[in-house]
C-alpha cells in the first residue's frame, strides 16, 4: 500500500503552510485530516474553503451535521465521524441525535429525521433521490435549498471522507474518546 505522509507546516508544501498554519491556530492543533490533505495544497484549499461555504448555509448546527454525520456513516469514515461526534457535542447538538447519527437509528424529531433520511437517499443513489424524496423532505418544512444544500454537505464529505480512506488517517488523540467503527 501507498504510504502518505501527513504534512506540517514545515514540511508541507508551500502552498500549504499559510492554510495549516491558520488552522492549527483556529482549532489550537493542526488535525491530521488537514495533514493528510496538505500534500495537495488544492484539495487543502478547496477543503477549508468549501467548509466554510457550508457553515454559511441557512441550516443549524444541528442540521449540518446531521449532513454531514449521515454521510460519515454511510461512507464508513471511521476518522469523520468520531471527530465530527466531538464537534457536534461540543457544539450543542443533542446527545441522542448524535448518538442516532452514529448508529443509523432514526432521530425522534421527525423533521430532522426527514433530513437525515433525504441526505441518505442522497448519499446512496449517489446524486439521484427520486420525486417523492425530495417531496419528503420539503413536507418536513425544508426548501429547495435545503435540496442544494444537502448536495453541498455530501460533497464536502466525499473529499475527506475519500481522503481519509485512501491516506489512512490515524485519529488524533482529541477525538479517541468518539472513536467509531461501521457495523459490518
Known amino acids: 500500500m501507498t504510504s502518505f505522509s501527513l504534512q506540517n507546516t514545515d514540511t508541507a508544501p508551500q502552498a500549504s503552510q499559510p492554510l495549516l498554519a491558520a488552522a492549527e491556530k483556529a482549532y489550537g492543533f493542526l488535525p491530521n485530516l488537514l495533514r493528510g490533505m496538505a500534500a495537495s495544497p488544492a484539495l487543502l484549499e478547496g ?24 454521510s460519515n456513516r454511510l461512507n ?9 461526534s466531538a464537534i457536534s457535542l461540543g457544539a450543542g447538538v443533542p446527545a441522542d441525535v448524535v448518538s442516532a447519527l452514529r448508529s443509523g437509528e432514526s432521530i425522534d424529531d421527525a423533521r430532522l429525521e426527514a433530513l437525515r433520511q433525504f441526505t441518505v437517499k442522497v448519499v446512496e443513489s449517489r446524486g439521484w433521490p427520486t ?29 475527506s471522507n475519500y481522503t481519509n480512506h485512501i491516506v489512512q488517517t490515524p485519529l488524533d488523540p482529541v477525538f479517541e474518546a468518539h472513536a467509531w467503527s461501521p457495523v459490518r
Open 47 to 70: 477543503y477549508m474553503t468549501l467548509a466554510g461555504i457550508f457553515d454559511k448555509t441557512n441550516l443549524t448546527e444541528t442540521e449540518r451535521q446531521i449532513i454531514l454525520m449521515t
Open 131 to 159: 420525486e417523492e424524496d425530495v417531496l419528503g423532505l420539503l413536507a418536513a418544512g425544508y426548501t429547495t435549498q435545503t435540496v442544494l444544500d444537502v448536495v453541498l454537505g455530501t460533497s464536502l464529505k466525499v473529499m
Open 76 to 84: 464508513g469514515c471511521t476518522y469523520c465521524m468520531a471527530a465530527h
